[in-house]
């Protein structure tokens, strides 16, 4: 066991979380990500594979899918992104990888990225000064990438409503959280 | 009838009866020698130094709507020669010598203002180019300075120079450069050329070109058929459009730039100044409207007119340079369609039609080049060689591999 | 009166109660009415000029001044004439004041539009020393000398003097109100609204168009410039039903909000019409208030997404020219009656009409109602009805006005063609009215005339999506407008699917149009006013006539008529009507000029936001930030990165120190520098090989497994766009590393490559820049140093991982990583790449562990030096118009395969025998500099452009060879070692001999970099 | 603008990057007699006279696909919005 101590994007040894105005911002550090992206004319065995290793399907156009431990968004054309606990996930690509074999290709993202969670009554309000995206049309498990304080980030509704996922590049953490805490302020 | 002071005072006292009109409305004629398609500024600068400087008659400029009405009406009215390579610095340099004589020249006030532009530095390697840019310049017989902060902070106070995220760490200015009276340039050259006998003719727009055996005989126009020896197309933003029209394609795209002006605000900017760490630059007119725009809005456009990510992203980066402008009111945008050619740099040049020349490509940089754009192209028309300060604006740069790319973005035409 | 704050976008400021009497307004409201839709039994504080007056909540500061008589607002642009108010709302030409003080001073605001809050300061401008006594008023003097145009005619002699005198002069007397040069204090926010249908304007068509879709349960947005809804209704004593319309007003909206799908903005103007149905809009969150509240912003820049838009906007009286049109007092009639009946008060207690059509007589009847003596109500029109309670002057006109600093008399010409004197404080003056067409020719849609109204109306399909109901589209009356606006909202929630009928309609006014066209009065040889800003008078437009400036933006430009702050709304028509008059033509033949976003002028900061100095980008930080914060780091901006330049330790007191040592230290033994900001791009596939084959001008086929290889990608123009290195972890696995600059576009054009040129190929990319930290471990002793981190069972000898080496590894006792063995420094060195989480960690470990060599961290300063010492080209070597030939790397492009840009760069242009090369530089004399940017010129030929022979990209003193060095491109240089050029840098004063020498100062041979 | 997007519906057009005309996906054969022609003419000649233009956008701050839109450059109006890659296939290319 290596002894090396990692530190959240927000430089903490602990997650930042703020509440503000009836709303939560978290920074979200416990999550594992892996890139999978089928290979050309292996996109059916590498949905199955992928499922088969998940224990759902790989989820449609824009969608977010969830059963624990783990859970996926669509990225792009035949790509997909994979999220399970840290904790126990750390190597989430390897494992990913030992699951497709040679039908796609996989990518450790997990440090590419910070994720913040949005929670509480005024979400779309929020969202509405950072976004374009039309947040009330959201559901939950609806995914989507788009620009948010200049920054490309993944938007997730985990609770139609009232909890969305924020997923922005990792070095611009902390602009990304200035962004949305000074949205929460303006907004409630 | 000259102008001057005195005959304003005369006229002022005697009711204005003794003004005549700018230029005259004539019917067209059934041939000319020489037949310039567009009344910008470009197109009536040439029939001026056509007239004027090579003698040259029976000269007809074709409008398609009002004189002045393409880009030499819609830009940012900025003149400089601060270009870097060899093809271009000699040409900008000329044009600025002919701005510099240009109101006595034609009788007319364009307004003239040298009052400088300042390109602000915020990189090392910047400062390293524009250093490379200011030695060309004056290697060409231009004038550069590169200004330190506490320079710059002298002439414009009210610069981030507090929390800026890109701070400014010096600048490359001419002192030469400056703004003009954009409608002034057209009216004047309109005039001059009028009474050189130019026929000036509005409301006609070239709709195809007579070709026999290779060679061009005349235009067919919304007014008739007119034939010509020569005819010179000049018409910037609608090139595609109208060489189409001769079956020849272009190394030109069409696209869209804006433009915008505050509400009239006492002086505050003394020059031009552009920001090196976003999309922006800014002067401020004779009657106090900021005058200010960025990049073009980076797609393929005929409409004159833009969309809201550019005009916020060109505000956000007068906001992040000149945080004082907060409360300073946005009164207008307008879009100018630019001939964006593929490196960047214009063509002036004949066809591979007989008796077809071609002007254009200016992308957005045409309004400052329009003196010597005039005087090079009425040379190429009038002496079928290419006027030496534009020997470098070749159709066939492109294909030999001699591109004058002074930003070094390729071959993507919104890049430049 | 409640006044409630923004909650939800959806407040509005109703009156609770409304005031029966004017009693509580005390002796200076001289000018106060009874009535009014303001809370007459509370007063606010404000000044004007340095003088302290009473208002009420409610009034804007114009009706707050025309209540304490204060007529005078202003002075005009060119001849600094004395201005009132024409109208009471945002078309105001005139009454443009400085507002507020301080950081927070605002030019130009409408005094018209202002919203009176305790405490408000307002100042006039363009004036000197005073509003009252104005030395610039000598302009007025000298008006025939200034006419349109005159400084075109002059000016030009002496040559000199119009720059050094004259201009500075001009300059001098330009613009109206001034910035305070402060930075704004105030927030500004921007978001994002979708509907399914936008209603511009909350007047009775808006209102009843978003009932009507409100109901009918769509996504509905209802936005109004005003703090009320209801539009003219707050100005008109109609009634609606069976009540007043103010009531019926606050029922309607009372019901739109009880809709949760219908958004109701008040204060909010849609100012811009772009494509596919995207709006801007501009919301006054706090402009009503001294100041925002905390962390609430001033403005917000809403753009609205919406399916339909309706547009409600209303219309707007237009003037008539008449000599001396233009004093104080003089108003739209529906202003004058707008001041009345909503805001309860007069400009005079005796007032005059003077119309061409029904509805100015409206404004007779309204304020004799409130008690305001009408002296006579003038109408052009010999059969013009008797409508009001007062005398009628039918088929006469007013030729005349008098009043220097306010109106006092009028001078009419009666039907027979007498004249007559008439005392009066103000006139009401209208010309008809104009449908707002602004926003349907926003994307350069051209409104067409319709002959009934005399006036211009919007085109068909103006702006694809957007209809036009009420009397924005020239359906005049109240009736028309709440039917219009409900029948648009049917059709276009129809277009959308959504079925629904129009709503059960009340009775309101349905008064015809009865107009009879009036454009000018012929009168003598005074001045009679068009554009009253731009101080452009009838005269102006017979002499731009006269000079053949005739199309109507000819007119425009000359003579400067609609280019003021209200962009022309109530001025161009008058011009253009007069135009066509001199040319015979009809309005229509004449054309129109058109209006451009936005609606109206907008603060520079809404359109700005919150990208604001610091936070104007995003800033990127790399995993070692928080080591080098702590360890004496100054940061340079890179793109948005925040990179370190070098690190200062104690004692050092001028950059260099730091930089020398942190080199000097690498060469010596072992530094770190955290190079996370080159893009990483993650390549896999089986088709991977082929693919960078491809992309790189390089072969990369046959590039063995764990192994990386230098490779310049080429443009399809033959142009450099970027290099790096590329690892091959697996057969179908490759990494590559770009240039940080080029991170985004590398990854564009490869994805470019991928989807548009080579779409079956079995290559999938991402990119994994932020996700490892990377840092270079360089110098001799950089292998010992990494020994010590890297787990023992790999190998790092020579033998076991030789240069150009990569292979994924453990360190620390088991975390995975990378190593690569790659060096920009002409060192012994290594790229180490492990999770980002764990790089803070990493670097301070590696810092921990190389204590016993020394171990410096470097910054890019140190980074630069050494590149340039081994000769390695970079960003400024890279400049988009460099070829593989010009690097010395001409041989590398591949012929054998097809690769981007190896095709082009074969173009004759390219391949010149005397083509730049890179070479290296190095002072004659040791004590010079070596300047990037510098020229270079063969010794003893001319200093100057034609005899220009290249020039210096880079150049650092190098503490290695105790020298300034450079790296550049020089023509034929490769075959010119050992000459002395000439470097000169006229714009740094510099001119010295340098020696052109082999671009790698430090260990050419390459024996370091294999040790 | 909005650009409706095959897979993603309307998206506005600012998170996409524009490259320019859909020609750039017809590059030619290296190996052609004239190559270096077909590349000169491939790489700067335009037909942009105005009107309806097929045009290559990147959706960088969405799903990375290159998109191929059928947009008329006078009016701004969207008529056709297809994968680059799709259009590539169909117009002959592969590896």
């Not at chain 1, 609806?142 to 609770?159: E, P, V």
């Not at chain 2, 727009?205 to 919304?222: A, D, H, Q």
């Not at chain 4, 650009?3 to 998206?11: A, D, E, K, T, V």
């Amino acid at each position: 066991m290596h002894d090396l101590k990692p530190i959240t994007p927000l430089w903490g040894t602990v997650a930042q979380v703020d509440n503000i105005g009836g709303m939560r911002i978290s920074e979200c550090p416990d999550w594992a990500l892996a890139s999978v992206a089928s290979r050309r004319g292996k996109e059916d065995a590498a949905a199955a594979a992928a499922a088969k290793f998940l224990g759902f399907d790989l989820p449609d156009v824009a969608r977010c899918a969830t059963k624990e431990p783990f859970a996926a968004f669509w990225m792009g054309p035949h790509q997909w992104m994979i999220e399970a606990p840290h904790d126990t996930h750390e190597d989430l690509a390897a494992q990913v990888t030992a699951a497709v074999g040679e039908n796609a290709s996989v990518t450790e993202q997990t440090d590419g990225w910070v994720r913040f969670d949005l929670e509480g009554p005024h979400c779309h309000s929020v969202l509405e000064l950072l976004c374009n995206a039309n947040t009330r049309a959201m559901d939950q498990g609806a995914a989507l990438r788009t620009q948010l304080a200049h920054l490309g980030c993944f938007l997730i509704c985990r609770k139609t409503g009232t909890h969305f996922s924020v997923i922005g590049p990792r070095s611009s953490a902390g602009s990304l959280r200035n962004a949305l805490i000074t949205a929460v302020k303006s907004a409630t | 009838m000259g102008y001057s002071g005195f005959r304003v005072i005369k006229e002022a006292l005697t009711g204005h009866k003794g003004w005549k009109p700018a230029w005259r409305d004539p019917e067209p004629q059934s041939a000319y020698d020489y037949i310039i398609i567009g009344g910008g500024g470009h197109g009536l600068a040439t029939a001026y130094y056509l007239a004027k400087e090579f003698g040259k008659k029976r000269i007809a400029v074709l409008e398609k709507g009002w004189l002045g009405g393409g880009n030499v009406g819609r830009n940012t009215t900025i003149i400089r020669s601060n270009y870097l390579l060899d093809g271009n610095e000699p040409f900008y340099e000329y044009s600025m010598k002919l701005w510099e004589g240009l109101e006595q020249e034609l009788n007319y006030n364009a307004m003239v203002s040298q009052r400088g532009i300042l390109n602000l530095i915020h990189t090392d390697p910047q400062r390293d180019a524009f250093t490379r840019r200011g030695n060309a310049m004056i290697l060409n017989g231009a004038d550069a300075e590169l200004l330190s902060v506490e320079q710059i902070k002298k002439e414009y106070p009210f610069l981030n120079f507090n929390d800026a995220r890109f701070p400014i760490k010096g600048g490359l200015a001419q002192r030469r450069g400056g703004t003009v009276r954009h409608d002034a340039v057209a009216w004047g050259y309109a005039r001059a050329a009028d009474r050189l006998g130019v026929d000036l003719i509005q409301n006609c727009e070239v709709t195809g070109f007579r070709i026999e055996n290779g060679v061009c005989k005349g235009v067919e126009t919304s007014r008739g058929y007119i034939g010509a020896n020569k005819v010179a197309s000049c018409v910037a933003g609608s090139s595609p459009r109208v060489m189409s029209h001769a079956g020849i394609r272009l190394p030109i795209e069409t696209t869209v730039m804006q433009a915008f002006v505050t509400e009239g605000l006492k002086p505050i900017m003394p020059g031009v100044i552009t920001f090196g760490a976003g999309h922006f630059y800014c002067s401020q007119s004779d009657k106090g409207g900021l005058v200010f725009g960025g990049d073009p809005d980076g797609y393929n456009s005929y409409a004159q007119r833009g969309n809201l990510p550019t005009v916020e992203d060109v505000c956000e980066s007068g906001m992040a340079l000149i945080p004082a402008l907060g409360r300073a009111r946005m009164l207008r945008m307008w879009g100018g369609v630019m001939d964006m050619s593929m490196d960047g740099s214009p063509i002036i040049d004949k066809t591979e039609i007989g008796g077809l020349y071609f002007n254009g490509g200016w992308c957005y940089g045409g309004f400052k080049a329009t003196p010597a754009s005039g005087m090079c192209y009425a040379h190429l028309l009038a002496t079928d060689t290419p006027h030496k300060y534009a020997a470098a604006y070749r159709f066939d740069r492109f294909r030999r591999g001699y591109v004058i790319d002074e930003k070094g973005m390729g071959p993507s035409p919104s890049l430049h | 009166m409640t006044y409630t704050n923004r909650a939800d976008g959806s407040q509005i400021n109703q009156p609770t109660a409304r005031a029966q009497t004017g009693a509580h307004s005390g002796k200076t409201q001289v000018n106060r009415l009874a009535g009014g839709q303001i809370d007459q039994q509370s007063s606010i504080n404000f000044s004007f000029d340095g003088k302290q007056y009473q208002g009420h909540p409610g009034d804007t500061l114009a009706s707050a001044l025309l209540a304490n008589n204060v007529r005078l607002m202003a002075r005009s642009f060119k001849y600094h004439r004395p201005r009132g108010v024409l109208t009471s709302d945002s078309a105001e030409p005139n009454a443009l004041v400085e507002l507020r003080t301080g950081a927070r001073q605002e030019p130009n605001t409408r005094a018209t539009t202002a919203e009176l809050f305790d405490g408000l300061v307002a100042k006039s401008q363009n004036r000197s020393p005073s509003l009252k006594y104005d030395f610039m008023a000598i302009n007025d003097r000298f008006s025939n000398f200034l006419t349109a145009g005159f400084y075109y005619k002059t000016f030009m002699w002496p040559v000199s003097f119009w720059e050094k005198i004259y201009e500075p002069i001009i300059r001098k007397a330009a613009g109206l109100g001034s910035l305070s040069l402060e930075e704004d204090p105030d927030e500004y926010d921007k978001g994002f609204l979708h509907c399914d249908l936008l209603v511009v304007g909350g007047g009775p068509s808006g209102l009843s168009a978003a009932l009507t879709a409100g109901r009918a349960g769509a996504q509905v947005i209802l936005a109004d410039e005003d703090y009320l809804f209801g539009g003219r209704l707050n100005g008109e004593t109609f009634g609606i039903g069976e009540q007043s319309g103010q009531d019926w007003v606050a029922a309607t909206v009372a019901e739109l909000h009880s809709l949760p799908n219908v958004r109701c903005m008040s204060r909010t103007t849609v100012n811009g019409a772009y494509d596919h149905g995207i709006y801007s809009a501009v919301e006054r969150v706090s402009d009503h208030l001294p100041v925002p509240p905390e962390g609430k912003p001033r403005q917000i820049l809403w753009r609205i997404y919406s399916k339909r838009t309706l547009l409600c906007a209303g219309a707007i009286e237009r003037p008539i020219a008449f000599e001396n049109n233009d004093r104080p007092g003089i108003m739209l009639a529906s202003a004058m009656r707008d001041y009345a009946n909503r805001w309860a008060v007069t400009a005079a207690h005796k007032v005059a009409i003077f119309t061409n059509n029904d509805d100015g007589h409206r404004t007779a009847v309204d304020l004799i109602a409130k008690g305001v003596k009408v002296a006579a109500v003038i109408d052009t029109r010999a059969d013009a009805p008797r409508i009001a309670d007062c005398e009628l002057l039918a088929g006469a006109q007013v030729i005349d006005t008098s009043g220097r600093l306010g109106l006092k008399f009028i001078k009419v010409r009666l039907a027979d063609g007498s004249e007559r004197s008439i005392e009066c404080g103000a006139l009401g003056v209208s010309g008809g009215w104009n449908p707002n067409v602004h926003m349907t020719c926003h994307q350069r849609g051209r409104p067409i005339w319709n002959e009934q109204i005399s006036a211009f109306v919007p085109g068909e399909d103006s702006i694809p999506g957007m209809t036009v109901a009420g009397a924005a589209n020239g359906d005049f009356s109240t009736a028309a407008a709440l039917e219009t606006g409900s029948a648009q909202a049917v059709a276009a929630l129809g277009d959308l699917g959504i079925k629904t009928s129009k709503i059960d309609l009340p009775q309101a006014e349905d008064a015809p149009v009865n107009i009879q066209p009036f454009w000018h009065v012929r009168h003598g040889k005074g001045r009679a006013w068009l554009d009253q800003q731009n101080d452009v008078t009838v005269k102006d437009v017979k002499l731009a006539h006269q000079e053949n400036y005739r199309s109507v933006e000819h007119l425009k430009r000359y003579t400067t008529l609609g280019m003021a702050t209200d962009q022309g709304k109530t001025s161009n028509m008058g011009g253009l009507a007069i135009m066509a008059e001199l040319t015979g033509q009809s309005i229509p033949e004449t054309g129109t000029t058109i209006f451009r976003p936005p609606y109206s002028p907008v603060a520079m900061g809404t359109w700005g936001g919150r990208a604001r100095g610091k936070d104007f980008h995003p800033v990127r930080e790399t995993p070692s930030h928080k080591w080098a914060l702590e360890n004496g780091a100054s940061f340079v901006e890179v793109g948005n990165w925040l990179r370190v330049q070098w690190f200062s330790q104690p004692g050092e007191t001028h950059w260099r120190e730091s930089v020398d040592r942190e080199v000097r230290a690498v060469r010596a033994s072992v530094g770190v520098c955290d190079v996370t900001t080159l893009g990483k791009i993650d390549i896999q596939g089986t088709d991977a090989a082929p693919f960078l084959n491809t992309v790189y001008a390089n072969a990369f086929a046959k590039l063995a497994v764990g192994k990386t290889r230098y490779g310049l990608m080429l443009r399809e123009d033959g142009n450099a766009m970027d290099d790096g290195t590329t690892a091959r972890l697996s057969e179908h696995h490759f990494v590559m590393t770009t240039t940080t600059a080029n991170a985004v576009e590398v990854y564009r054009h490869m994805e470019f490559v991928r989807q548009c040129l080579f779409p079956d190929m079995d290559v999938q990319l991402i990119s994994t820049t932020e996700a490892w930290a990377q840092y270079a471990v360089a110098g001799p002793n950089s292998r010992k140093l990494l020994q010590k981190i890297v787990d023992p069972e790999f190998d790092l000898s020579n033998e076991g991982f030789e240069f150009m080496a990569c292979r994924e590894i453990t360190v620390c006792g088991g975390l995975r990583a990378r190593l690569f063995r790659i060096s920009f420094s002409g060192e012994l060195a290594y790229e180490i790449a492990v999770p980002t989480r764990y790089g803070d960690a990493l670097f301070r470990r590696i810092m921990e562990a190389g204590k016993e060599f020394d171990v410096v961290a470097y910054g890019t300063e140190a980074l630069g030096v050494m590149r340039i010492e081994k000769g390695h080209a970079a960003g400024n070597e890279l400049n988009g118009t460099i070829t593989a030939l010009n690097l010395g790397m001409g041989r590398m492009v591949s012929k054998k395969k097809d690769s981007i840009g190896s095709t082009m760069s074969e173009r004759e242009g390219m391949n010149l025998p005397d083509a730049l090369n890179m070479v290296g530089f190095k002072p004659v004399n040791s004590a010079d500099k070596v300047t990037a940017g510098g020229h270079l010129m063969t010794k003893g030929t001319p200093v100057d452009a034609e005899h220009d022979q290249g020039y210096v990209t880079s150049a650092c003193y190098s503490p290695i060879l105790n020298s300034s060095i450079g790296l550049g491109f020089l023509k034929d240089g490769a075959n010119r070692m050992g000459e002395i050029v000439s470097l000169v840098s006229p714009v740094t004063n510099l001119n010295v001999d340098v020696e052109v020498v082999n671009p790698q100062f430090v260990d050419p041979e390459g024996v370091r970099v294999r040790a | 603008m909005i650009i409706n997007h095959p897979l993603l519906g309307p998206r506005d057009a600012q998170e996409f990057t524009f490259l320019g005309s859909a020609s750039l996906i017809d590059r030619p054969d290296w190996q052609a007699e004239d190559a270096l022609e077909q590349f000169s003419d491939y790489t700067y000649l335009r037909n942009d006279t105005g009107g309806e233009n097929r045009e290559l956008w990147f959706h960088e701050a969405g799903d990375r696909s290159w998109l191929v839109v059928t947009r008329n450059t006078f009016t701004h109006e969207i008529t056709n919005v297809e994968m680059a890659s799709d259009v590539a296939r169909a117009r002959g290319r592969s590896k």
